[in-house]
């Protein structure tokens, strides 16, 4: 297993280089320090079981006097640590420290040096980096990101060397905490135990093991409700969604996505890193995002056969087409009080029962919003426009949720189940050419 931790910027040198090569105010025993190069001129400064690091001092303050931009901490200290009981040959830490370097943008116009510590039986190495470049500019190596960056040589060097394989922070649940978040909680169990966030990680884990990875934000609100987490999203000047954060029960603390995880939990990363998608039409209101809204529709997918069948009872549902194919309109009317957590926890439980009804994904629904009755006039109009890809009855059916759960989840099923289920006495010719004249516009 090989772990990584960059460390804060310093704006000194001496100290952690005293720290790295002397052992010095260790938070464990140092039993044996070993130097194993770097991209430095000065000899092992631990030369002759004698330690002088005066040269490798002087050649770091050197490289940093060459910056002459306004910001002063100019240092870097990273370590990479090993399991408990796997051990290294010094030639083969200076391959796994050269290629994390690299990897994190320095080059052979940088300073850095490493060594290794050994305390009982855990082999780690420590490296001080100074972060200009001896180029035109004397620009600084980037530190964005480097806790992401440097994960692909550590799969690396566990592939090359055969140590045990450990998960990337993009996969795992894990938090790195700092020196300082450790050091001001008293330790590292109490930094665990004070922290709300560690509390959500631990229920996103039990979320994606009872129920799998989420494939929409809607998914990923059920399945959090399910181990008493909420979620909330924030709106940027565009409208679009650019923040996410959690709390625990109606009584928790928000905790950033950031916070709970910035690899993974973050708005950006459940996008791109977790696969999660996005559609406004679908998942908005189960990220909040609705204010208020006196009534929903939810469009369901339909089998063409269930179509035919629909059409044939004359049942109470509209079915529009999104994409060609046919959608069965549900309206579910809400209360006048403030949009809550409660109130969205009742609907999400509404959403998962008709999915399970129908036997469809998450992607396969679409939800309209209706703040005033001049949307559900406006709506009304589109339809009318194009009558031709719709089954309109003479009068829909709404649900409302003042009737409690149970009763309304009992109503559908019945309501429904003439047309939903299949029969093997009924055979219906396929009737998708109804709706694939064109693609309407989807309010």
């Given amino acids: 297993m090989a772990t990584h931790n960059p460390k804060e910027t310093r704006d000194t040198i001496a100290s952690t280089l005293f720290y790295i090569y002397r052992g010095d105010a260790h938070e464990h025993e140092v039993s044996q320090v070993r130097h194993i190069g770097g991209n430095v001129f000065s000899a092992d400064p631990m030369t002759g079981g004698k330690m002088d690091l005066s040269d490798i001092i002087e050649e770091f303050e050197d490289q940093s006097a060459l910056y002459q931009g306004k910001g002063r901490k100019l240092f870097k200290h990273y370590v990479i640590s090993l399991a408990p009981g796997e051990h290294l040959q010094d030639d083969q830490w200076h391959q796994i420290v050269n290629d994390y ?25 420590h490296i001080a980096a100074c972060l200009v470049q001896n180029q035109p500019g004397r620009s600084l190596v980037s530190t964005a990101n480097d806790y992401e960056k440097g994960w692909s040589s550590m799969r690396r060097a566990e592939n090359r060397y055969g140590l045990r394989k450990l998960q990337n922070p993009n996969e795992n649940f894990g938090y790195n905490y700092t020196k300082v978040e450790v050091k001001v909680a008293g330790g590292r169990l109490n930094a665990i135990k004070s922290d709300e966030a560690a509390i959500i990680r631990a229920r996103f884990k039990e979320a994606y093991k009872r129920f799998g990875r989420p494939k929409t934000m809607t998914d990923l609100v059920m399945r959090l409700a399910k181990v008493n987490v909420f979620v909330a999203v924030k709106e940027g000047k565009n409208g ?5 954060k959690f709390k625990t029960g109606k009584n928790g603390t928000w905790v950033s996505g950031s916070k709970v995880k910035a690899t993974r939990f973050t708005w950006g990363k459940l996008l791109s ?3 999660i998608s996005y559609n406004p039409e679908r998942d908005n209101f189960a990220l909040g995002l609705a204010k208020d809204p006196g009534q929903f529709t939810f469009s369901f997918k339909l089998t063409a056969k269930q179509f035919k069948r629909l059409k044939t009872k004359r049942s109470p549902y509209r079915v529009r087409s999104i994409n060609n194919n046919p959608y069965v309109d549900f309206i579910y009317k809400t209360g006048k009080e403030k949009y809550e957590i409660v109130k969205l926890k009742k609907l999400m439980e509404f959403v998962e029962f008709m999915l399970s009804l129908f036997g469809l994904e998450s992607e396969e629904m679409e939800i309209k919003q209706a703040h005033r009755r001049m949307i559900a006039r406006d709506y009304a109009r589109k339809l009318d426009k194009q009558q031709c890809f719709y089954y309109e009855p003479d009068q829909l059916i709404t649900y409302s949720e003042y009737d409690h759960y149970s009763p309304v989840s009992s109503k559908i099923s019945r309501d429904t189940e003439i047309w939903r289920v299949e029969s093997t006495r009924s055979q219906f010719s396929n009737c998708y050419d109804v709706l694939a004249v064109s693609n309407p516009t989807v309010l």
């Fill in 273 to 275: 890193n977790e696969g």
């Fill in 101 to 125: 370097m690299t990897d994190l943008g320095y080059s052979r116009l940088t300073v850095w040096t490493a060594a290794v510590h050994m305390n009982t039986d855990k082999e780690h190495a």
């Fill in 240 to 244: 679009k969604p650019e923040g996410i």
